[in-house]
């Protein structure tokens, strides 16, 4: 799933592609895909869309005082739609402008998860951003710690909770553990000063890193064209130390890790006994 780094990057090239351009429609192509009634969605058209923004991994496209908060999910993207064609393929939903190509939002196969909300007034105030932790990229060693404190569940499900802070997923959660030298199975709440401080660079290079890379394309990078250093790698060598990388298998992700770096040498149990683990 696309995490901050991606979402910022796509919002900037939205913002620079479809900014400013006047709103002339707005169709659901699903029956799914919008998941407001109110206000209608109509009540952007004659506006110039922008500004674009990120808030965790939602895109926000402000038109007038509407906003379109864009939740891409696993294979969603926003794509210019020049044909606008009656049945586009895999389109599920569309803006149209007074001049230039469309904006289509599509969605591969049946997955049927990305969605689209339409909110009057202070988008950050209302679902479905209002309940999300605060953005990755905001956050120093303070609020880091605010972050982890009275946190029950292991380091790894905390940074991919979105309540407890967004922008990160499986990729992003990988690769900090794996820079702050820190087990991703640590209980979030027990890292000393020392680890937080720790976690709160880490996150910041990674985020800084992924960024860059991430600017430097003209389209959103997929999940295998995304660097790391032990996501999507399970059993290269580490490029800190050359020990094995190592993982716990989960039914929807893989933990991925250093024991030479993160678990003082440790192999952590495998998918057969990780049930022990979350
Ligand atoms: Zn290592």
């Not at 060693?141 to 404190?149: F, H, P, Q, T, Y």
């Not at 946190?151 to 959660?173: E, M, N, S, Y």
């Not at 995304?226 to 020990?243: I, L």
Request: aromatic fraction near 6%; glycine fraction near 10%; charge should be negative.
């Amino acid at each position: 799933m696309p995490e901050l780094p991606e979402l910022q990057a796509h919002a900037e090239r939205l913002e620079e592609d479809f900014g400013g351009r006047i709103v002339a429609g707005f169709r659901p192509i699903t029956f799914t895909v919008l998941k407001t009634f109110r206000p209608d969605p109509s009540e952007a058209v004659g506006s110039p869309l922008g500004p674009v923004r990120r808030r965790g991994k939602h895109l926000l496209l402000g038109a007038g005082s509407l906003t379109f908060v864009v939740h891409l999910m696993q294979g969603g993207r926003l794509v210019p739609d020049e044909k606008q064609s009656a049945k586009p393929r895999n389109g599920i939903a569309r803006w149209t402008f007074e001049e230039g190509p469309a904006l289509l939002l599509t969605e591969p196969g049946t997955e049927r998860k990305a969605g689209v909300w339409v909110v009057d007034g202070d988008p950050l105030d209302q679902e479905p951003l209002a309940g999300l932790g605060p953005d990755a990229d905001a956050l120093d060693a303070d609020g880091w710690a605010a972050v982890l404190s009275g946190r029950t569940g292991r380091l790894h499900g905390v940074l991919r909770d979105q309540r407890a802070v967004a922008g990160i997923g499986r990729r992003l959660a990988n690769e900090i553990c794996h820079r702050a030298r820190i087990s991703p199975f640590a209980s979030a709440a027990k890292l000393d000063r020392a680890q937080v401080e720790a976690l709160a660079d880490a996150a910041d290079a990674c985020i800084a890193e992924s960024l860059a890379e991430e600017r430097g394309r003209d389209h959103m990078a997929t999940s295998a064209e995304r660097s790391g250093a032990v996501h999507h790698h399970v059993g290269d060598p580490c490029p800190v130390c050359g020990d094995t990388v190592r993982s716990v298998e989960y039914r929807a992700y893989t933990v991925a890790y250093c024991p030479t770096c993160q678990t003082g040498g440790k192999v952590l149990a495998d998918n057969t006994t990780s049930k022990f683990l979350k």
